[in-house]
C-alpha cells in the first residue's frame, strides 16, 4: 500500500487501510461517509478515500496547527500549493517557519498551516516540537549525513498534494474536540449514521504528551468511553496503546492486539490495542489477515 499521506505521523495508522476496507464488507456498509474524530495524518482516510471503498472523508483533529494543515491544502490549495513551491528548504528557513509555527496566536492561518507542513517533514520523526533533522545550525547541517532536506522531497511530495485537492469536494475538515464530533454524529438522522464508519486513534495513554501537542490525561480518557458507550446506531473502531489502564477502561468490549509493524509470523500479543462498537463485526482473523496482507488481530 503506499502511503498517501504527506504529512509523517508518529503513530501513523495507513496501515490499517485494508482491514477497515475489510471491516466495511463484513457489516455491509455502502456509501460510507469515514470520520477520524483523531485524524493527526489521516493516512488511513485518505487511502481508503483513493482507492474508493469510502465516498466521503472527514478529518478533524483538536490540534489548531494540524487542521490548519489540512484546512489549507484541501480548501486554501492555491495560496498553499504556492508556498510549497517557492519556500526553500534550509536551516534558515526552517528557524522563520518554526516562529511562525509557535507564535500563531492559536487560530487558523495559510501561514501556520504551511508552518506546521514544513516542521512535520523537516524535524526528527515528524515531531513538531522536535529539532531538524541533521541539527539546528549551519554548521550541524554541513556535518551531518541526513540533512534539513532528507525528509522533503518537493518532486514526491507535489503530487500526494495535489491528488488531495482533486479530492476536496470529498473531504470535510473540522477543528473540534473528538467528544464534540462525536457528539455532532450522533445528533445525525438514522441514515447517514447506518453509512458512518468511525474509527478513532486518540493520543497514545503513555507516550501522547511526548508525540502531540494535544494529549490525553486519564480522565479524559474515560469521557472518551463513557461517551462511546452512549452512541447508538454509529459504528466505531477505537485503537490504543496496549495498556492495562486502558485494557481496564474498555473491559466490557471485545478486545485485541496487534502490531503496526508485523511480520506474518508475528509475537504473540501486539503493541497495539482494538475494540470496536458492539453494532458492528470484525472481519478478522490470523487467516482473512495473511489472505488480505491486513493487520492479523489476536484476541485477548
Ligand atoms: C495518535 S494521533 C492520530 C494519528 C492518526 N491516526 C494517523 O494515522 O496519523 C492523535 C491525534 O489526536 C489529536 N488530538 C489530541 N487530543 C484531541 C482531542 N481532544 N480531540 C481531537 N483530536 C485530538 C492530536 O492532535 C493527534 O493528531
Redesign the pocket.
Known sequence: MSIATPLR?P????VMTTFLKNFITANNMENVCYA?????????ALNLLINRSVDRILI????IP?YSFWESIVNHSEEFLYLFDNTPISIEEWERQRNIFFNNDAQFSVELGFATFYLNRCNRSGILKAGAIGGNSVEKQQQAKYKIDARFNKESLRPKLEVITNLRDSITISNL??IDFLEQCQNLNNEDKESLLIYL????YVHGSEL?????IHDDHQILANRLRATTILKWILSYDNVDEIKDIYRDFDLYTFDLKYTVQTAKTGKELLTHSQNSVLPETREISRATRSIPLIRI
Open positions: 505521523y503513530g501513523g495508522k495507513s477520524e474524530p483523531f485524524a493527526g495524518g489521516a493516512g488511513a478533524n483533529d483538536a490540534n494540524v474536540d473528538a486513534d486518540p493520543p497514545y502531540y501537542m494535544n494529549s490525553y
